[in-house]
């Protein structure tokens, strides 16, 4: 045994069982700890951001054109030509009213109820331009119309539509058929009155730039109550009335011609017929040659 003691008297050094743990594994801790935060920071901000685009644009959610109703087959009895009597003096005044309501501005009803039909009348909106939102985008979507007659953005506003006139106006068209507003409705911040006149003001930037040019505002079409009631719709079918009502009021103003499309899709209690959509308000493709069957009939007679 060495006699040097120079440690003698000096006090033992105990490290703590759980001190010794945790040096061990502090590491490992604080790492779990950092990935738990970064999860959940990421979480906190993927929801926010879903959030916030659910309530800005409603065509991000309703376009589903590739889910929608393949077009059904018209009944035979529906193609039968019929012979037609000679116009009565009544109805040759409503014609005269229509042609003046074409050239001078005005408002033209759809008659009738929305249906299933075979479109007709190809040839006759041959120099025709559509213009508008994911509604007008159906038209070349299903085929009845080809893509260089319709000039569509499934998220245009009423605002937004007048950055693509002269994409619309390219081709020369005789008439332009100007359908938008569903996804102004969306935003909840905007009334009937400020989205027809921002129509409205489209309508004049085509006018300015072909005077020529014949310009058919159709009516907003209506949307059915289950999705008006959708906790991330704000569109309110009271509105989408009201813009309509502004936009017959006013198309004289405009230099335009407010064709009203609405009533015929609408259901007893105002909403869009649930049998014409897929998802609340979307048409499907069944019922799109009623409305350019219809359109071409108030225009051509």
């Known amino acids: ?6 440690d003698e008297g000096r006090p033992e050094i105990k490290i703590n069982k ?3 743990t945790w040096n061990k594994y502090r590491n490992y801790c604080f790492i779990a700890a950092g990935v738990i935060v970064v999860i959940l920071a990421v ?15 409603v065509a991000n959610r309703t376009t589903s054109h590739n889910n929608t109703v393949s077009q059904t087959k018209e009944d035979s009895s529906n ?15 409503t014609q005269q009213t229509t042609t003046k309501a074409q050239q001078t501005g005005g408002t033209l009803k759809v008659s009738g109820s929305a249906e299933e039909q075979e479109f007709v009348g190809a040839d006759k909106f041959k120099d025709c331009v559509f213009f508008g939102d994911f509604i007008i985008s159906g038209i070349s979507f299903y085929g009845f119309l080809p893509e260089s007659q319709v000039v ?15 994409s619309a106006l390219s081709s020369n068209p005789s008439k332009v058929f100007i359908m938008v507003g569903l996804n102004d409705a969306n935003y909840g911040t905007r009334d009937g009155e ?5 129509i409205g003001d489209t309508v004049k930037e085509i006018k300015s730039k072909s005077a020529s040019t014949s310009v058919y505002i159709l009516s907003v079409l209506p949307v059915t109550s289950a999705f008006e009631n959708r906790p ?3 569109i309110k079918q009271s509105l989408l009335d009201e813009i309509n009502e502004s936009l017959s009021n006013n198309a004289v103003e405009y230099g335009a011609t407010f064709i009203d499309l609405a009533g015929a899709y609408k259901d007893g209690s105002g909403y869009l017929r649930t049998e014409c959509t897929s998802n609340g308000s979307n048409i499907v ?14 225009i051509n007679g």
């Open 1 to 6: 045994m060495s006699n040097n003691r120079e």
């Open 18 to 20: 759980k001190m010794r």
């Open 43 to 57: 979480f906190i901000v993927v929801n926010m951001v879903t959030k916030d685009k659910d309530n800005s644009d």
């Open 79 to 93: 193609t039968q030509a019929t012979t037609q009597p000679e116009p009565t003096k009544e109805q040759t005044t």
């Open 152 to 166: 569509s953005d499934d998220n245009a506003t009423s605002d937004k539509l007048q950055s693509q006139v002269d």
């Open 194 to 198: 400020t989205i027809a006149g921002f």
């Open 232 to 234: 991330n719709i704000s």
């Open 285 to 298: 493709g069944g019922y799109y040659p009623f409305m350019l069957n219809s359109i071409s009939k108030l």
